[in-house]
């Protein structure tokens, strides 16, 4: 069962994020992250930010690797993946810039640009710690409802909503949103030592109560998290509404040793 916290503000959740990730690049100052964009990591990285000016931590060797980038879009255009990480994360956070990466989703190589991800991925060691969001539809990383619970890295096709609900991001018009992208799979997702899903909103709560008390099945790609040894769930009041369990949680959260972090 994943650890779920129930909190009651976007900056409380990000506290707890920023306060574990701190603690990591503490100990292993050469530790990998897995970045997520979107607005459910914000508050995280805002916190993040915080203690790394707080506690004078080290981050020039911390590397990072993005969960996806849009097929096809310049990376110079501001919303691509690689522009918000980089006005995100890697510039609030002080990270080095040349060891954040984020998928290549340029079209005269994407053929292989997925499996050279994964294997960038493996030859850092792994992803420490992995933030993710989750879509309405239990979507993680560009991964749709009927994604492989086992895929890697790789090309895929965007649904029509998900490019009606960005379009936002691109002057309003969906048709000057791409249609392809390239995201980690669930597959490459779950090799992360720590998965730390930050939901916010009564939209989000169906999607949670599926991820985490639901069956596992390609339907809900993120309920594939029940799968994995650590997985930390952090959801406010309303996104956590649709949880059978959440006495149970809160219970179980109050009575943790300090000790144990997240």
């Known amino acids: 069962m994943a650890e779920v916290i129930i909190v009651r503000s976007q900056q409380e959740a990000g506290a707890i994020y920023a306060h574990c990730v701190a603690n990591l690049i503490a100990r292993k100052p050469d530790c990998v992250l897995g970045l997520a964009t979107g607005s459910s990591p914000l508050a995280a990285y805002t916190e993040l930010a915080k203690e790394i000016k707080e506690r004078h931590l080290d981050v020039s060797h911390v590397c990072g690797f993005?969960?996806?980038?849009?097929?096809?879009?310049?990376?110079?255009?501001?919303?691509?993946?690689?522009?918000?990480?980089?006005?995100?994360?890697v510039e609030p956070l002080g990270f080095t810039p040349e060891l954040v990466h984020v998928p290549d989703g340029n079209l005269d190589t994407i053929e292989h640009a997925g499996q050279?991800?994964?294997?960038?991925?493996?030859?850092?060691?792994?992803?420490?710690?992995?933030?993710?969001g989750i879509g309405t539809d239990g979507h993680i990383g560009f991964n749709e409802?009927?994604?492989?619970?086992?895929?890697?890295?790789?090309?895929?096709?965007?649904?029509?909503?998900?490019?009606?609900?960005?379009?936002?991001?691109?002057?309003?018009?969906?048709?000057?949103?791409?249609?392809?992208?390239?995201?980690?799979?669930?597959?490459?997702?779950?090799?992360?030592?720590?998965?730390v899903l930050l939901a916010f909103g009564s939209g989000k709560a169906e999607a949670i109560a599926e991820t985490v008390e639901g069956g596992v099945s390609s339907f809900c790609p993120a309920s594939a998290l029940q799968l994995h040894p650590h997985v930390t769930v952090i959801v406010d009041e309303k996104a956590a509404s649709k949880l059978r369990n959440k006495d149970y949680y809160r219970h179980a959260y109050a009575h943790k040793p300090a000790w144990q972090g997240i």
């Open 116 to 132: 050279q991800y994964d294997a960038a991925i493996e030859a850092a060691g792994g992803v420490d710690v992995q933030i993710l």
């Open 66 to 89: 993005a969960l996806d980038e849009y097929a096809g879009l310049d990376p110079s255009h501001p919303e691509s993946y690689r522009s918000v990480i980089t006005r995100t994360v």
């Open 145 to 195: 409802p009927g994604s492989s619970l086992a895929s890697g890295t790789r090309i895929k096709t965007l649904t029509e909503q998900t490019r009606e609900d960005n379009a936002r991001f691109f002057d309003g018009n969906v048709d000057n949103v791409p249609t392809h992208c390239i995201t980690q799979g669930i597959g490459t997702i779950m090799k992360a030592r720590h998965l």
